[in-house]
């Protein structure tokens, strides 16, 4: 299967988790195709001052590739400054948000996994 880029479904969602400004989320599968194993395989665009709240995963995890641009990505209390090349994890359990704390696109590719 391949999936052209115009068949990609963009959601913009505004105050994402309680976050600041509105996040474009393109899916890049859909739910159904990731057969009950994942629940998101997207790319995520934080513009600047812009954000993803802090919320906990349950029964699931998620990474985040950074793919450009830089934030600060708050991990379990902690802040930590991130940038293209980054990998962060969130497990099962755990809290996290990020931020777009520059002037241009953070963008990101989101993987969330169920247990």
Same mark, same amino acid.
Do not use: W
């Given at each position: 299967?391949?999936?052209?880029?115009?068949?990609?479904?963009?959601?913009?969602?505004?105050?994402?988790?309680?976050?600041?400004?509105?996040?474009?989320?393109? %899916?890049?599968?859909? *739910? /159904? +195709?990731?057969? $009950?194993?994942?629940?998101?395989?997207?790319?995520?665009?934080?513009?600047?001052? @812009?954000?993803?709240?802090?919320?906990?995963?349950?029964?699931?995890?998620?990474?985040?590739?950074?793919?450009?641009?830089?934030?600060?990505? %708050?991990?379990?209390? *902690? /802040? +930590?400054?991130? $940038?293209?090349?980054?990998?962060?994890?969130?497990?099962?359990?755990?809290?996290? @948000?990020?931020?777009?704390?520059?002037?241009?696109?953070?963008?990101?590719?989101?993987?969330?996994?169920?247990?």
């Amino acid at each position: 299967m391949v999936v052209k880029p115009e068949n990609i479904r963009i959601e913009k969602r505004t105050n994402m988790r309680g976050g600041k400004g509105e996040v474009e989320i393109s %899916h890049l599968l859909e *739910k /159904d +195709v990731l057969k $009950r194993k994942a629940r998101l395989f997207a790319k995520i665009k934080i513009p600047p001052n @812009s954000s993803i709240g802090l919320h906990k995963h349950e029964n699931e995890f998620e990474i985040f590739y950074i793919l450009s641009g830089e934030g600060v990505f %708050h991990d379990n209390g *902690k /802040d +930590v400054q991130v $940038r293209a090349g980054d990998v962060c994890f969130t497990d099962s359990g755990e809290s996290h @948000s990020i931020e777009n704390t520059s002037n241009e696109d953070l963008e990101l590719l989101a993987i969330i996994m169920l247990l």
